[in-house]
């Protein structure tokens, strides 16, 4: 790293314990403008806690904080943090009632003899939009926008506040293709302006695209920082996780062959035709699809194509206007998980904090939430023995992290919730398994293991499993891939391993080569 | 508390050593938390005996026992409303309605009845189906309509107290046949029989809770609704199902509390305004407003504390235009020290 260079961000020696868990043990890590630095982990590696220091959240127990080289402001004055640094969160955090000149301007908006000057509050925020080349009107109300627009509004209000440090959390995750090219290039274009990005990702390859250098977090410790010119993609993995070995995609691909060749003949476990259903997200415009018994297939398409909302209709967690869905010839009642549960279906949903779990109950009740009717003696007495007992094989097959079965869900890592949530759908022993971008937010080897569990799952019980997914690496453990677009079936893709430009392609409503056209 | 057996169960069955001494501090904790009001009572009964020689005597206390009865057993249902992520105003107006529509319907004419000279027992009944039927109307309305819950029973409150002195002109009803008052005078080896009814409720629902899958649904629906439907879950029958239960709670409360005064008034429940107590107890007690937390043994102690305190502001002879006053302090001075024992997970 070049000495002469005034760092704009400098975590010393940061260390930071809860409890019985060293959360950062002495953490040096430096940002420097005009660089992008990403930051890689497994979940529970320390990386939420290192940014809430960063940015003034959280206070470290040894070590500090400094900006251009000077002392960081006290804790209270997070006014004085943000105009250093400014973190756009996962999750969206403008005020959707708002226009998009008040969120930037938000708390401290200009003035005018004590009252509000909305017309320089909306020729500044023009004005940092415009600097910028953020494509965002300034009078539309937030609510109105696109996630990518929302996120565009957060880091304006971060510019507009003179910031010239920004921390990237996750800012893909909720992004489609296109989307994540255009933030790719805001990126480059701050970059550019001299602003100190940190970036921080499970996508690896994102990290080697826009980052210059990357720093890897393992259990608290700084492991590794290093250019990324002078780094592949096996040894950052190995970084993250340090001697375990990684099963590799092409045994993946095997296994999935074998499983094809088996199911060709299979009966028909999922039949889906013409369903017809509105959603915000994605509808569906007479989509139809067959799973085989044993079968595993991926479904894909760009964000609003439908996908997740197909997974949803035929979970019952959303309701439809048309078609008919039947499991093994039987229909099942639209709009209704608890009589696609008694069917056979095991639902690992979207968004796990709205639908996975019961943050406030204990790991062993939520895994086996879906068969508490079967657990049950009775008059419907449930002894917590049983469900313990009950939950103990899952917890040990998906190797979750706990200190304890009663340990409540709220308590784990993002990953380990993920294994809660997987954990209660394959409790119920499914026919079928619907799982919707399972491995979203979770870290390299613990997304190796839930695709692992899912082919074992299929292999050795004969589910099949509909797995909807945006990430090719999901997609790779399936049989078959079908595309959507625009809530119809646009194309079939047989035989992993899948050729990814092809896939995109389809996606995107081109017709490709080498796919079975609708 | 509910959850503390479960998990002191998991933590001596199944967790490892190294980890075991964590989820022992842990459901330590979480017993402390179900239990935090047990010093503050004992506190709470040396100051009554302090305060007036007649606080330790047998009268004083049946009494105390009594008048905690009738509040117990609505704090109860509302509890159960409260940990589904719900609210119920109208319990109030239950508790004086479903009584007035049953006396009204068993006594003659001369006392103010209706004139059907009803049997006591068909009163008991007309009183739970009451109960019920304002749960149902409430829960479907809530669940199925899906309006605003604290806007809804708000009217329904108003509506009901409207109906309660509306078919008796304003009368109260005197003359209550035995039988229908048995609950709330009789007693049982020197204790009140409401007092032994309201414990059994509590233990009842207690362990309900704790071992029952709808029980654990409760627990579930109010931690994360959305989860739990997605668990296959029946989510709008428990939550509709919990609200009619609050409704017969409601009822029998106001029974105990008919049977004790002797009398059915136009005043009793929304008139006194008993809603407050019922959530002061409640919240008091741990369970969150934010729903999917508390449990019975809380509940529990946030009523028997309010009966104190009551009972000492009324012995203590505090001037009786301030007591009012007091008491509303002493329940929030009593909200804070929960909020201080047991984290935010009680005055939330």
Same mark, same amino acid.
């Given at each position: ?86 973190? @756009? ?5 403008? $005020?959707?009632?708002? #226009? /998009? *000149?008040?969120?930037?301007?938000? !708390? %401290? ?127 950052? @993995? ?5 001697? $375990?070995?990684?099963? #590799? /995609? *092409?045994?993946?691909?095997?296994? !999935? %062959? ?261 | ?348």
């Amino acid at each position: 790293m070049n000495v002469q260079v005034q760092s704009a961000v400098e975590a010393i020696g940061v260390s930071k314990r809860f409890g019985s868990t060293q959360a950062l043990r002495d953490v040096d890590l430096a940002l420097q403008p005009g660089r992008c630095l990403g930051l890689v982990g497994r979940n529970g590696a320390g990386k939420s806690t290192l940014v809430s220091i960063l940015s003034g959240l959280l206070a470290p127990d040894s070590g500090e904080v400094r900006f251009d080289g000077s002392p960081a402001p006290a804790l209270a004055d997070i006014g004085a943090w943000r105009s250093r640094i400014s973190t @756009v969160f996962q999750r969206s955090t403008v $005020v959707p009632d708002l #226009t /998009v *000149a008040e969120n930037i301007f938000l !708390a %401290r908006q200009p003035r005018r003899h004590g009252l509000i000057d909305w017309r320089a509050m909306r020729t500044d925020a023009r004005g940092v939009l415009r600097e910028w080349d953020f494509d965002v009107d300034p009078n539309e109300q937030c609510s109105t926008l696109t996630v990518e627009q929302r996120q565009i509004v957060e880091i304006a209000s971060a510019l507009a506040r003179g910031t010239r440090t920004l921390l990237l959390d996750e800012p893909t995750a909720a992004l489609e293709r296109d989307g994540v090219r255009r933030l790719f290039e805001r990126v480059r274009a701050l970059v550019a302006g001299g602003v100190a990005v940190l970036y921080i990702s499970h996508h690896l390859e994102e990290v080697f695209e826009i980052c210059q250098d990357v720093a890897v977090l393992r259990d608290g410790e700084l492991v590794l920082t290093a250019p990324t010119v002078k780094l592949n993609n096996d040894q950052l @993995v190995t970084a993250m996780v340090g001697n $375990v070995a990684s099963p #590799t /995609v *092409a045994k993946r691909g095997n296994a !999935a %062959r074998y499983a094809s060749a088996r199911a060709a003949s299979a009966d028909e476990r999922l039949v889906v035709e013409n369903v017809v259903a509105s959603s915000a997200r994605g509808s569906l415009a007479g989509a139809s699809l067959v799973v085989r018994a044993g079968e595993r297939v991926g479904l894909t398409g760009l964000l609003g194509a439908g996908v997740a909302t197909l997974g949803r209709v035929i979970a019952g967690t959303h309701s439809y206007q048309s078609g008919r869905i039947l499991l093994d010839g039987k229909p099942l009642r639209p709009g209704h998980p608890d009589s696609a549960l008694a069917a056979g279906i095991g639902y690992i949903p979207e968004d796990r904090w709205a639908e996975g779990f019961v943050g406030v109950l204990p790991i062993f009740e939520n895994m086996t939430m879906s068969i508490a009717p079967r657990l049950a003696g009775k008059l419907g007495i449930l002894s917590p023995r049983r469900r313990a007992l009950a939950a103990t094989p899952l917890a040990d097959q998906l190797s979750l992290v706990s200190s304890g079965l009663g340990q409540p869900v709220d308590e784990l890592s993002g990953g380990n919730q993920q294994k809660v949530t997987v954990a209660r759908a394959l409790a119920s022993r499914p026919k079928l398994i619907v799982a919707i971008t399972p491995t979203r937010g979770v870290d390299v080897a613990s997304k190796e293991l839930l695709l692992e569990a899912l082919i074992e799952v299929t292999r050795s019980t004969g589910a099949s499993l509909l797995l909807a997914s945006d990430e090719f690496d999901d997609l790779e453990i399936c049989d078959r891939v079908v595309v959507l677009v625009r809530g119809q079936v646009f194309a079939e893709f047989s035989d992993p391993p899948y050729d990814s430009e092809q896939l995109i392609a389809a996606t995107e409503g081109l017709i490709p080569a080498g796919s079975t056209e609708r | 508390m509910t959850d503390v057996s479960d998990r002191e169960l998991v933590a001596t069955d199944l967790a490892t050593p190294s980890s075991e001494h964590r989820a022992r501090r842990r459901a330590a904790v979480a017993f402390v938390r179900g239990a935090a009001l047990l010093p503050v009572l004992v506190v709470l009964v040396i100051i009554g005996a302090l305060v007036s020689p007649h606080f330790f005597t047998t009268s004083n206390l049946t009494g105390v026992g009594q008048q905690i009865s009738a509040l117990g057993v609505v704090v109860v249902g509302e509890s159960l409303i409260i940990m589904i992520g719900g609210m119920d105003l109208s319990l109030e107006s239950t508790y004086g309605l479903a009584p007035m529509v049953a006396a009204w319907l068993i006594l003659p004419k001369v006392d103010f009845g209706l004139g059907t000279d009803f049997s006591p027992a068909i009163g008991i009944l007309a009183l739970l189906a009451v109960g019920a039927l304002v749960g149902l109307i409430n829960g479907l309305a809530i669940v199925k309509v899906r309006l605003n819950g604290f806007i809804f029973t708000l009217a329904m409150t108003i509506i009901l107290a409207g109906i309660q002195s509306g078919i008796v002109s304003g009368q109260t009803l005197f003359n209550l046949p035995s039988g229908f008052a048995y609950l709330g005078t009789a007693y049982v080896g020197g204790v009140p029989v409401s007092l032994l009814v309201t414990a059994a409720i509590f233990i009842i629902v207690g362990l309900f809770l704790r071992y029952h899958r709808v029980g654990r649904s409760i627990y579930a629906v109010g931690g994360n609704r959305e989860a739990a439907r997605a668990a296959g879950i029946r989510v709008d029958r428990i939550r509709i199902g919990v609200y009619v239960a609050g409704g017969v709670l409601a009822a029998i409360g106001g029974l105990m509390e008919a049977g004790r005064v002797s009398a059915v008034t136009g005043q009793q429940g929304y008139g006194e305004g008993i809603i407050f107590n019922v959530f002061a107890a409640a919240v008091i007690g741990g369970v969150s407003l934010k729903g999917g937390r508390g449990g019975m043994l809380g509940a529990a102690c946030g009523v028997v504390l309010l009966g104190l305190v009551q009972n000492i502001l009324d012995l203590g002879s505090v001037n009786s235009y301030w007591i009012e006053a007091i008491d509303g302090s002493v329940i929030l001075l009593a909200l804070l020290m929960a909020r201080g024992i047991g984290g935010e997970v009680t005055a939330e």
